[in-house]
């Protein structure tokens, strides 16, 4: 009883750290200025870039050792099947921004959604992660033990704070408590995850590298192609300053937690 308690508290753990994240837009006493936006956008991308690398391609290559030479196969195929589904995305919804996204009473910009479903699908694979060892405990398959399954999840749970964050903050002109759900409800697919791969685990292992490197190649894509534009300034580097935080900050818990 006291194993499932742990189990079902550390598949938890990583959406409660989004929800931290998320809840910072409380303590805005004021929207975001236009520079601030930036800051944050910036910041969004270099967290994703830096999650792109350590949370997502390195344990994809680290997984697939058992292939040799041809360890990088996963990963490289994922990121360029990434490419090409968003590719043919913004081929075939060119007015995906205009219909969904930009009215008066929801200014929800595209490079916002966009950061959202990035950093969405980023969640679904470490919720993956997260159920392939504690699908491992309950097996007794132990991949990991209960110990080593919980520090993952916490790890997890503490890189997924500036997460929230990143997607809440730009997104307060929607409203503090839209903008608080957003961030929320991007971190409730972990949970789903790790639930739905602990019940189908045998068939999720094998093409678990292929999905994380999918999902890096989906931020990556994102962050060129939607945000890197929209924070460019010629006389501001704010933008560019936000990407380097960001990416050290993620850098550094990835490789302290990871």
Not at 58 to 76: C, E, H, R, V, Y
Not at 156 to 185: H, R, S
Request: glycine content about 8%.
């Amino acid at each position: 009883m006291q194993e499932i308690f742990f189990i079902i508290l550390g598949i938890v753990l990583p959406f409660i750290g989004t929800t931290i994240g998320a809840a910072s837009v409380f303590f805005l006493k004021k929207d975001l200025t236009n520079k601030g936006r930036k800051i944050f956008l910036g910041f969004a991308s270099g967290l994703m870039l830096a999650a792109s690398i350590w949370s997502l391609i390195i344990p994809a290559i680290d997984m697939s050792k058992s292939l040799g030479k041809l360890s990088w196969f996963p990963a490289a195929l994922g990121l360029i099947l990434a490419c090409i589904f968003f590719i043919i995305i913004d081929i075939f919804l060119p007015n995906f921004e205009k219909k969904f996204l930009a009215t008066k009473k929801q200014n929800l910009t595209r490079e916002n959604a966009m950061l959202i479903f990035a950093i969405t699908m980023h969640n679904f694979p470490e919720g993956m992660a997260v159920g392939v060892a504690f699908a491992g405990i309950l097996n007794k398959n132990y991949l990991l033990g209960l110990s080593s399954a919980l520090i993952l999840a916490l790890g997890i749970a503490i890189q997924n704070i500036p997460e929230g964050a990143a997607i809440a903050l730009p997104n307060v002109k929607t409203g503090k408590f839209k903008a608080f759900a957003l961030g929320t409800l991007s971190g409730l697919v972990e949970p789903i995850a790790a639930i739905l791969t602990i019940l189908i685990s045998s068939l999720v292992i094998p093409i678990l590298p292929y999905l994380l490197s999918f999902s890096a190649g989906a931020m990556i894509y994102v962050v060129v192609e939607e945000i890197l534009p929209q924070i460019q300034n010629k006389t501001s580097k704010l933008g560019t300053i936000g990407v380097f935080i960001g990416f050290s900050i993620m850098m550094i818990l990835d490789v302290m937690l990871g």
